[in-house]
């Protein structure tokens, strides 16, 4: 009686039960197949003997090759790869040296990357073949070499590791050599694909994701070696996210030049400036660039410098022009995360960070306050640290109290009697203190700071002077006080140094770098580090100056931008939390977006009134006039962030709502016939939360529309106007859309 098949064979896979009358003899082919698998190691012999002896008998009956191989698969002792390669007679690619070659993970231009497993060790590698021919050019192989050393010399948990290299002979007369080397194998995804799946990875994820690719970076500096390629197809991210550098086979080298002369070197959309002029003449410094290039795609989505589809062209927009800022892009953005992409994306070397090192400390800086990557609700409130600001000039007091934005709960005092009272009637963590108070002295001030608490409760001061000169601000440290700034300083800077001495207060736990959590010392409210403080509120100023003009000319009530408020963040609020989407849960750029709501028809103000008030159709040239008013809007909005610097991320946010709220999502608005998505996401909110507001509000040419006649109307009767997702949003809320357009 046959034996059956053990469990772990399917059954459909290959007919191997036949009746013992059918069952033919034993094939010298297959059996010849199999001893040379088995003798390459491309199947282990250990996995062999563990096959059930009537499989092993069974499969040496099989007369078709293709029914071996799959048998095999089914069985796992190969890989589809493994099996393929047989098939086309590519042997040679099955080992390398004491690697057997498990499957295909990637192509470049100096190799082919395969997964592959020591022979005896079992361990999971990555091999990086050369790809060699007769013709092949003796500096590309030095270079592959260089390559590998390179790795080899690098030992760090960001950077991937080279644990071996070799040269396998030619497997026939008049074949090549293959030289490889091997490094560990890191399962994940490449920050390009990962950002591709997933839009808008959370701020304080990209910036511990960028700390560690800065830390990595920084070992290979301190080795003297140049990467020339970073970019997001070169960091690796682990399924626990961690960071991992790859590809140092365009490495500029101390003490040696391998580049061929007019070549260009590096990814034309994330290369430094003077790379493309030269990719001799770089340092450290270009890296730099190309890191804050990658760290703009990740939080913007976008490159820095999309490809235009001419080389010529690109070189010239990399050596000539700085790419879009980062908060005109996605302006809910940390100001301080900002400041510091842009800092790195500066076209001047020397405008750039000083070191890969540094830029690794700004981020687990801005990690400490970043609010932490998880599922779980965050509170609803949180006790904020409490700062009093000692300065006699009011409106720098006014200036520093606004840098902090909501995240601390601020008090003011201009003069040192101001102080004391302060000091009697609450407990602060931290007093920044002007040491040039009329009638004080810096160092009595300290001595009162101090003697208002014991050592473990006294808050932390920080000594702020135009005219005390750093070392004598500095001896003050010796008399109590803890760090100093001397003027001018910029707001990043004050805040920065705020929260730095927050972090060492005594009492107050010091995360490791890198940890999204600040002990227990709250993040500031409202989501992330570097909040511009005030901005949606400096907004609302320069909206309220349109919105009067807008009531007077386009005859707005005065509940008009109020009830838009409140739309917008009802929408918000139903739409799901996947995608661009995401960033309707972003409570800084929700704040903004309201602010900017009610400039969306500002153009209008242009429109002469005998077309703006037209009550039948417009011809064609009535209509082309008023097609101009978004982009006449947006005009005004970007000259006015030209004189207005700090407001850039808000009027940038404004200009794009101007701009794009007459587009529609099947791409027959106006003014540039955007469609779906490329017609930006506020853009899009608004445009729905406002013709819902118009519909229902009477007008001097026609009556108000009941709430279930507007519904219907935007949800059925106009078809392709809207976006789809913030259509069935609306619909969630439509209840609550009623309620607020009858208050």
């Not at 709501?597 to 429109?607: K, Q, R, S």
Request: proline letters at 9%; one cysteine or more.
């Amino acid at each position: 009686m046959q034996p059956p098949l053990p469990d772990y064979l399917p059954n459909d896979t290959i007919d191997l039960v036949l009746p013992p009358t059918e069952q033919p003899g034993i094939d010298p082919r297959t059996v010849t197949l199999l001893a040379d698998l088995l003798d390459l190691s491309v199947i282990h012999p250990e996995e062999w003997d563990e096959v059930d002896p009537a499989v092993r008998a069974r499969l040496s009956t099989l007369k078709s090759q293709a029914a071996v191989l799959d048998a095999l698969v089914a069985l796992h002792l190969l890989t589809p790869f493994q099996a393929d390669s047989v098939r086309d007679g590519a042997w040679g690619v099955l080992r390398l040296g004491q690697y057997r070659v498990l499957g295909l993970l990637g192509r470049g231009g100096m190799g082919v990357v395969y997964r592959a497993e020591h022979v005896h060790l079992r361990r999971d590698v990555a091999v990086k073949v050369f790809v060699n021919s007769d013709d092949t050019c003796p500096r590309l192989l030095r270079r592959f070499h260089a390559e590998a050393r390179a790795a080899a010399r690098l030992h760090h948990p960001n950077l991937i590791a080279c644990l071996d290299a070799g040269r396998c002979p030619p497997q026939e007369p008049g074949g090549v050599a293959r030289d490889y080397y091997v490094m560990e194998l890191v399962n994940g995804h490449d920050l390009d694909g990962l950002v591709r799946e997933h839009p808008l990875l959370p701020v304080p994820r990209v910036c511990d994701l960028f700390r560690q690719a800065a830390e990595g970076l920084a070992e290979a500096h301190r080795h003297g070696l140049i990467h020339r390629d970073i970019k997001p197809s070169n960091i690796m991210v682990t399924p626990d996210w961690k960071a991992k550098l790859l590809d140092f086979g365009l490495a500029l080298h101390p003490y040696r030049r391998m580049t061929e002369p007019g070549t260009v070197l590096g990814t034309i959309g994330y290369m430094a400036p003077e790379q493309a002029r030269d990719p001799h003449a770089v340092d450290a410094r270009a890296d730099l660039f190309s890191l804050g290039a990658s760290m703009y795609w990740a939080l913007t989505g976008r490159d820095p410098y999309p490809d235009t589809g001419s080389l010529i062209r690109d070189l010239q927009m990399r050596v000539t022009a700085p790419p879009l800022l980062v908060e005109q892009v996605r302006p809910e953005l940390p100001e301080d995360l900002c400041a510091l992409v842009n800092q790195l994306l500066a076209t001047d070397p020397a405008a750039r960070p000083a070191s890969a090192r540094g830029v690794a400390l700004v981020l687990a800086g801005l990690c400490r306050w970043a609010p932490p990557v998880s599922d779980a609700p965050a509170p609803e409130t949180a006790p904020k640290p409490n700062v009093v600001i000692v300065e006699d000039d009011a409106p720098l007091r006014s200036v520093l109290r606004r840098s902090l934005g909501d995240g601390f709960t601020v008090a003011e005092a201009g003069d040192g009697e101001a102080l004391r009272e302060l000091l009697h009637r609450q407990r602060f963590d931290l007093v920044a203190l002007d040491v040039n108070l009329p009638g004080a002295s810096g160092d009595q001030l300290i001595e009162s700071i101090r003697g208002h608490a014991p050592d473990g409760a006294r808050p932390m001061i920080l000594l702020m002077s135009g005219v005390v000169p750093p070392e004598s601000l500095g001896g003050m440290l010796e008399i109590g006080a803890d760090d100093f700034l001397s003027k001018p300083f910029t707001p990043v800077e004050f805040r920065s140094r705020i929260r730095g001495l927050l972090v060492r207060k005594p009492g107050r736990a010091t995360p490791a770098p890198g940890s999204v959590n600040l002990g227990d010392t709250p993040p500031p409210v409202g989501g992330h580090p570097g909040n511009a403080p005030g901005a949606a509120s400096r907004i609302r100023t320069i909206a309220g100056l349109f919105a009067q003009m807008s009531r007077e000319v386009l005859a707005f009530d005065h509940g008009y931008g109020e009830r838009l408020e409140r739309y917008v963040r009802a929408l918000a609020a139903a739409v799901p939390d996947e995608g661009e989407y995401a960033r309707l849960k972003d409570a800084r750029f929700v704040d903004l977006l309201t602010a900017v709501a009610p400039l969306h028809d500002v153009g209008m103000i242009a429109v002469p009134p005998a077309i703006r008030q037209k009550p039948g159709a417009l011809d064609e040239h009535e209509r082309t006039v008023m097609q101009m008013h978004p982009v006449l809007g947006a005009e005004w909005m970007t000259a006015t962030g030209a004189t207005a610097p700090a407001e850039v991320s808000g009027l940038s946010l404004a200009a794009e709502v101007i701009r794009g709220h007459h587009e529609r999502w099947d791409g027959a608005g106006y003014p540039d016939g955007l469609k779906g998505a490329a017609v930006p996401l506020a853009a899009r909110v608004v445009a729905l939360v406002s013709v819902y507001d118009v519909l229902r509000s009477r007008r001097p040419f026609r009556p108000a529309l009941a709430h279930t006649a507007v519904l219907k109307k935007l949800v059925t009767e106009s078809v392709g106007q809207f976006d789809p997702t913030l259509l069935a949003a609306l619909e969630r809320v439509a209840a609550q859309f009623e309620k607020i357009s009858v208050t």
